[in-house]
């Protein structure tokens, strides 16, 4: 295995029992579960459902690999705070696009070699990236693991 | 730069924003706020610091940079569950301690050459490390980065 080969394996291992862990979680609680406020006041578990769904539907187009699928989500999910839209996808709905994009994203990641990791994602242009390399593809891949890491704390209280 | 350096560098920056993001956070909540509980019967912030001050502790020697500092952290704040163990470190304490080690690893930290984050950390054998190179001490601090931004998610519903 090269150095670069033992990168991604370091950082898609992490990502993906990243995921395993907020979905063990998801699975383990009831749609009333989520549908409650984490503390007093705060996100409910639904929002944060739907925000993670959004935030990795983003993943495809920035790494090159198709272009988002739950765009319809974005405007409650990312651009509002929880409880400023009314019409939200049940907890059903959301469950199943959680359940599919988990492995949609597993299969499209499992098609890149070491060397794609290693490119740029598409928010970064050539001439930038020929100045700051770290601005990659893996690199997405980490933020979005510290991301799910951080909300997975919260929905973690909702047991 | 190389790929390798590359790697170090978006390793570290992930580490060091996930400590600043901590940290701001920590020094934007009162004594009285870190020592309430996240949610109804959850943990309280002073747990969720001490915890984090003891783990990151157990740093030093994973990565082979020296004994732990703060050994007395471990029963109330890794072996034991919050409000198991009535005599805690005051808040105040905790934050002297955060503050001296964030100063401490970031020193340590910088030491480190490229090479040096791709060897074993300590706590794997040669014979192990030979058959898994992933297990470095770079893979340290990822799984560290992870933890952190799991109890940041919850020290920011303290706010």
Redesign the interface.
């Known amino acids: 295995?090269t150095?670069?080969q033992?990168?991604v394996?370091?950082?898609l291992?992490?990502w993906e029992a990243?995921v395993k862990n907020c979905d063990t979680l998801v699975n383990s609680l009831s749609d009333e579960q989520l549908q409650r406020e984490?503390?007093?006041g705060?996100n409910r578990g639904i929002y944060i459902l739907g925000h993670l769904i959004a935030v990795h539907d983003h993943m495809l187009p920035l790494l090159d690999l198709g272009k988002a699928n739950y765009g319809e989500l974005d405007k409650a999910f990312i651009e509002s705070p929880d409880k400023a839209v009314s019409e939200l996808p049940s907890v059903a709905e959301l469950r199943s696009m959680w359940n599919k994009q988990k492995e949609e994203l597993k299969q499209q990641f499992d098609k890149l070699s070491a060397e794609n990791w290693?490119e740029r994602h598409t928010s970064v242009s050539e001439e930038d990236f020929a100045k700051e390399?770290?601005r990659?593809k893996?690199?997405i891949i980490?933020?979005r693991?510290?991301?799910l890491?951080?909300?997975?704390?919260?929905l973690?209280?909702l047991k």
Do not use: E
Not at 149 to 154: F, I, L
């Open positions: 295995m150095t670069d033992t990168m394996k370091i950082i291992d992490r990243s984490i503390a007093p705060k290693f390399p770290h990659n893996l690199n980490l933020t693991t510290t991301h890491a951080y909300h997975t704390g919260q973690v209280y």
